[in-house]
């Protein structure tokens, strides 16, 4: 096993760049000196050798053996199934990695989905660890609550927005809803709007602002719940420091 090599499942290419940022972010700021040692050994994977992480929707394609019945007694509920095959996938990939982060959307049903992958995460003694995120509804929002206006310009977009919506979508980023690209209330136009579609001003929202303010700002899409697994399971796992709790007792 690779205790530095971190399993990735999300939704698609913007989510395998936010949801590593995020991590490292809490990693550099729990453990002395691992940002060093991050740069030198910590990598993300897919299931595929020369991937660094795997979509959701891909996840189904790979011959591994499906998980059939209820789980605990309880039937699967959302994203349970799925989230099995793509931790047996990581099981079977070598090298193996150390830990396994998974991020979905929540499309509107985040307690769901949240069970469902608590579900598989208990399903079987994983041999890493496994880290869990829902973004309510869906990963911009996490990029919104990290929005802070650098220019006057952004500014008057945000004033702009808050008069259009009647509200702060940076500050209450889980009243936007996951509907077409153009809708009003669309968290991709919104971000789209405030930081033109620009990446690099996108990685500024989770890499600029301080932790305590993502995670006030992230209450209620998921992101505290997040970043706080990630601290929880993920630092001592990669540190060493504490045994691996997706692993029965």
Same mark, same amino acid.
């Given at each position: ?9 999300? %939704? ?195 890499? %600029? ?41």
């Amino acid at each position: 096993m690779a205790p530095h090599l971190l399993g990735l499942v999300v %939704e698609g290419p913007g989510d395998a760049r936010t949801v590593p940022g995020l991590v490292d972010r809490v990693l550099v700021g729990a453990v002395p000196d691992l940002e060093r040692k991050l740069r030198q050994a910590r990598s993300y994977c897919g299931i595929e050798p020369d991937a660094s992480f795997v979509m959701w929707s891909a996840v189904n394609q790979y011959p591994v053996p499906r998980r059939h019945g209820h789980f605990g007694g309880r039937p699967a509920l959302e994203d349970a199934r799925t989230a099995v095959l793509a931790l047996r996938c990581f099981v079977a990939r070598d090298p193996q990695p150390g830990a396994v982060v998974l991020v979905r959307d929540s499309d509107g049903k985040p307690a769901e989905r949240r069970q469902g992958l608590e579900q598989a995460r208990g399903d079987f003694a994983w041999p890493f660890e496994v880290v869990l995120g829902i973004a309510h509804p869906m990963r911009e929002c996490w990029v919104l609550a990290g929005f802070v206006p650098s220019t006057r310009q952004e500014a008057a977009s945000l004033a702009d927005l808050r008069k259009e919506l009647g509200f702060d979508p940076t500050a209450r980023s889980h009243e936007l809803d996951a509907s077409s690209r153009t809708a009003k209330r669309s968290p991709k136009r919104v971000l789209d709007h405030l930081t033109d579609g620009e990446d690099e001003r996108e990685a500024r929202c989770w890499t %600029e602002p301080t932790l305590d303010h993502l995670s006030e700002r992230g209450q209620d899409n998921g992101l505290a719940a997040f970043l706080g697994e990630v601290e929880d399971r993920l630092v001592p796992a990669l540190s060493g420091s504490a045994p691996s709790r997706s692993r029965p007792a």
